[in-house]
């Protein structure tokens, strides 16, 4: 079945410390996102990829990177800069912009990070 | 920035029917509509472009005026399947693909 798969579930990070987040799509989807979200709120997106080797800040993109060398592939790493990084981390894909905008987006089942 | 949804929350009994409205400030290319379980990913809806189509997908339909730039899903007849948190994603411009989410309506259905 194709769909999204985000790891880990569960990740704790020390103060200082880099992690990354993974996301792969075996969707053949051309775009992909990653939102956060804080308890009781929405979803607020920290980078976009139209297409490989290509990506745009979003509204909070502080703190945060990304790589997109595989179309399949686009992980996020949340460096030592981001001060509050404790949120629920969601990563998406749609199947693209342009001819195919006004495609849904389908989401993995989202990594939460905490700090220890 | 970010839509407007209203109500915040709601409670319903089954049965019972429900409005969850979206507003946006600026003018709207599409708006998606998605239902979040606790602690699960968001599940896609339904899109509506603008041209103030209606939607609808079983007994959940949906309508979008561009001109007043909102939105409202419509949940009839509500079973407790129904109860979770929506939100709504509004595109600003055509062939972004770039979503902005309202701050959710969390909706609970009690049999």
């Known amino acids: 079945d194709g769909g999204i798969t985000q790891s880990p579930k569960y990740l704790f990070r020390k103060e200082g410390q880099n992690v990354t987040l993974s996301c792969e799509q075996n969707?053949?989807?051309?775009?992909m996102y990653w939102y956060r979200q804080d308890p009781g709120q929405g979803l607020r997106l920290i980078y976009y990829?139209?297409?490989?080797?290509?990506?745009q800040k979003g509204d909070i993109a502080e703190g945060y990177s990304v790589s997109r060398e595989k179309k399949e592939s686009f992980p996020l790493t949340v460096t030592s800069a981001q001060k509050n990084p404790t949120a629920f981390y969601l990563c998406?894909?749609?199947?693209?912009?342009?001819?195919?905008?006004?495609?849904?987006?389908?989401f993995g089942d989202g990594t939460r990070l905490s700090i220890l | 920035q970010q839509p407007v949804q209203s109500p915040q929350a709601v409670i319903l009994r089954e049965g019972e029917d429900a409005v969850i409205n979206c507003s946006s400030s600026?003018?709207?290319?599409?708006v998606h509509w998605y239902r979040q379980k606790h602690g699960e990913a968001p599940v896609f809806l339904m899109i509506?472009?603008?041209?103030?189509e209606q939607k609808g997908h079983e007994k959940i339909s949906a309508s979008f005026n561009e001109k007043k730039q909102q939105s409202s899903l419509y949940l009839t007849a509500s079973q407790l399947s129904y109860s979770g948190t929506y939100f709504c994603?509004?595109?600003?411009?055509?062939?972004?693909?770039?979503?902005?989410f309202g701050q959710g309506t969390t909706l609970q259905v009690k049999p």
């Open positions: 969707l053949n989807h051309d775009a």
């Open positions: 990829s139209q297409i490989v080797n290509d990506f």
């Open positions: 994603g509004t595109e600003r411009a055509g062939n972004t693909g770039k979503l902005i």
């Open positions: 998406a894909s749609s199947r693209g912009t342009g001819a195919y905008s006004n495609q849904p987006q389908h």
């Open positions: 509506l472009l603008k041209g103030g």
């Open positions: 600026k003018a709207l290319y599409s």
